[in-house]
């Protein structure tokens, strides 16, 4: 069997949208059927700012031999910064492959569920749990105005940030995200929250 889930072991036919049946992948040109490990994805998303990349080595320190965590921004180069929806699908596809070493993936990175819900690669999961890391405007702000030059975070961005923040925090529920708010909390109260958070949904 495949890691790429998409690939067909027997025909070795590409399915951009796969055929799942519960735990059972079909291949649409020759009907050969394979099992594959279905496990939950957990997105710790947020503005930038708000803490995942901190909160995330604490996490893989944790959680290690339980789950893999992983940060987005990692693949955030070149053709897949252009193309958002294909940088989406490309992760959803690299977090199924890790599941099928049975261990289930924490994703850290800014994302909301209307843009990994509609990919054709979410048919790979039980379900996406999302955690989302908010602040309020000011502490955000003030993070990001100190990060590196480097990192160009300019006034136009700071503020689309701030308005991406605002409307996570006014949209969580009904998009079924929960919510914390690391204004006032350290980083090692975000890790405990977020470990028991991740622990508590853990298959």
């Not at 914390?180 to 975000?190: I, L, N």
Request: net charge negative; with cysteine; glycine share 8%.
């Amino acid at each position: 069997m495949g890691l790429d889930l998409r690939i067909c072991p027997a025909c070795g036919d590409l399915a951009e949208r796969p055929i799942v049946a519960g735990t059972v992948l079909t291949c649409r040109r020759c009907g050969h059927e394979w099992p594959f490990r279905k496990l939950p994805l957990f997105a710790l998303t947020g503005p930038s700012g708000a803490g995942k990349s901190t909160v995330g080595p604490l996490l893989a320190a944790r959680l290690g031999g339980d789950v893999v965590v992983l940060d987005q921004d990692i693949l955030w180069v070149g053709a897949l910064r252009d193309e958002v929806g294909t940088f989406r699908s490309v992760w959803l596809r690299m977090a199924a492959m890790l599941h099928q070493n049975g261990r289930p993936v924490v994703l850290c990175g800014t994302v909301a569920p209307p843009e990994f819900e509609p990919l054709p690669e979410r048919a790979f999961f039980s379900e996406i749990h999302y955690l989302a890391l908010v602040g309020t405007p000011e502490s955000l702000g003030r993070r990001l105005r100190a990060r590196p030059a480097w990192r160009e975070w300019d006034e136009p961005r700071i503020e689309e940030m701030l308005e991406f923040n605002e409307w996570l925090r006014k949209s969580a529920p009904e998009l079924g995200v929960d919510l914390f708010d690391t204004t006032d909390v350290s980083r090692e109260a975000t890790a405990d929250h977020a470990e028991k958070w991740i622990r508590d949904r853990l298959p």
